[in-house]
């Protein structure tokens, strides 16, 4: 801010009145002379449970569409989940976390749970979590827990189009659920399909 407007003592951010530069987010509110010269923009973060079945768009020409759950405006998942998979979507208006998560693409943990038509066996485990070759590329090594004859849990920090589907049925597989539970340190918690909850600027991926 042009420092002969902060000196005069009647510039106010967010109610406060500025004696110093500071950086200005979007969602502040900026006040001179009892005259507002910039709105502040409510941010909005998401933590939504994506039914099986719904498409992660909010593109309305698309059948399936996320707009007609989601009663905001102007905001847009950060990541996707195919149609027949299901669980944790995060969505926002802030650009910057987009951009942030773009540029930590291989450091964000993503959990999943995933239910398969065979039993599990160790060979399955050491060939999942050592990396299988998909699409012309080798998997990244990732971590593998056994849950049950059926079904077992995930951590991937790659975000390959369908990589979970490919990699099982490159071993002969086919996955029959998959729920995604966590994203960084958000997580899905007890949150049942079609339903979110509001998340705080603090979080972190």
Request: glycine content about 6%.
């Amino acid at each position: 801010m042009a420092l002969s407007l902060i000196q005069s003592g009647e510039m106010m951010v967010n109610g406060v009145v500025v004696n110093e530069n500071i950086i200005i987010e979007m969602e502040d509110e900026v006040i001179y002379n009892h005259s507002i010269i910039k709105e502040g923009k409510k941010m909005i973060y998401l933590a939504f449970y994506k039914a099986r079945g719904i498409e992660t768009t909010l593109n309305t020409d698309i059948p399936d569409n996320l707009k007609a759950l989601l009663p905001f405006e102007d905001i847009f998942p950060v990541g996707r989940l195919d149609k027949e998979s299901e669980g944790l979507l995060l969505l926002t208006n802030d650009g910057r976390l987009f951009d942030k998560t773009l540029r930590k693409e291989h450091q964000t943990e993503k959990e999943y749970l995933v239910t398969v038509d065979k039993v599990i066996d160790e060979e399955f485990i050491d060939r999942m979590s050592g990396g299988i070759k998909i699409m012309g590329k080798t998997t990244l090594p990732c971590q593998v827990e056994k849950i049950s004859d059926f079904t077992f849990k995930i951590i991937l920090v790659q975000g390959l189009n369908r990589q979970i589907r490919r990699m099982c049925y490159q071993l002969h597989y086919e996955v029959l659920e998959l729920i995604r539970i966590r994203i960084g340190n958000v997580t899905l918690g007890d949150l049942r399909p079609n339903e979110y909850r509001m998340l705080d600027r603090s979080y972190e991926l």
